[in-house]
């Protein structure tokens, strides 16, 4: 009995670890758009939809100091509605 439970115990902690998702996704937040790697949209919407496909384990978010706080905290509001993963997130003042 107690061997039956261990092997299910380890059978579980198997399957959880092998999940189809990916390690960390990368989304940018432009003044203007939202981009994970090939989607790019006006909309938080469309960006949310790519990474909760990719299941990533972390997603870190890149947004300029102009972007609007608010278009940050869409995207943010969205993705936690449907994903709960880790985020990190880093500003940049070039290249937007």
Do not use: W
Request: charged share 20%; with cysteine.
């Amino acid at each position: 009995m107690i061997q039956r439970a261990i092997f299910l115990a380890v059978a579980t902690a198997l399957v959880a670890g092998c999940s189809n998702g990916i390690d960390k996704v990368d989304v940018e937040v432009r003044p203007s758009a939202y981009v994970v790697g090939s989607v790019t949209s006006d909309l938080a919407t469309p960006a949310v939809d790519e990474v909760v496909r990719l299941k990533p384990r972390e997603v870190h978010i890149h947004t300029c100091t102009t972007t609007p706080p608010g278009k940050v905290n869409q995207f943010n509001t969205e993705l936690d509605a449907r994903l709960k993963t880790a985020k990190t997130m880093s500003f940049t003042a070039s290249g937007c």
